[in-house]
């Protein structure tokens, strides 16, 4: 509900945002939980995340919400906008 909650902010709707998934979309072998391990990538290559995943996840919404017409009220940098 994080998600939804968020988008309700984005977007200033008074009504909640309802997700729901259809299982249509569902891959054959869908798995519960996926887990990325960045530790091999860190130690081998001295590589490390330039964004959080909180900040990709809401660049990434409110690029969707850009698409679909609906502004959101903050922009990457987690700050309000005028």
Not at 21 to 32: A, D, G, L, Q, T
Not at 42 to 50: A, I, T
Not at 68 to 77: H, I, M, S, T, W
């Amino acid at each position: 509900m994080v998600l939804a909650n968020y988008l309700s902010e984005e977007t200033q709707m008074e009504k909640p945002i309802l997700i729901q998934i259809n299982p249509k979309f569902y891959r054959p072998n869908e798995v519960n939980l996926l887990l990325g391990d960045s530790s091999l990538a860190r130690k081998e290559l001295g590589w490390n995340p330039q964004i959080s995943f909180d900040k990709l996840a809401k660049t990434m919404i409110s690029s969707d919400l850009n698409e679909l017409g609906l502004k959101a009220n903050k922009g990457e940098d987690g700050q309000k906008t005028q």
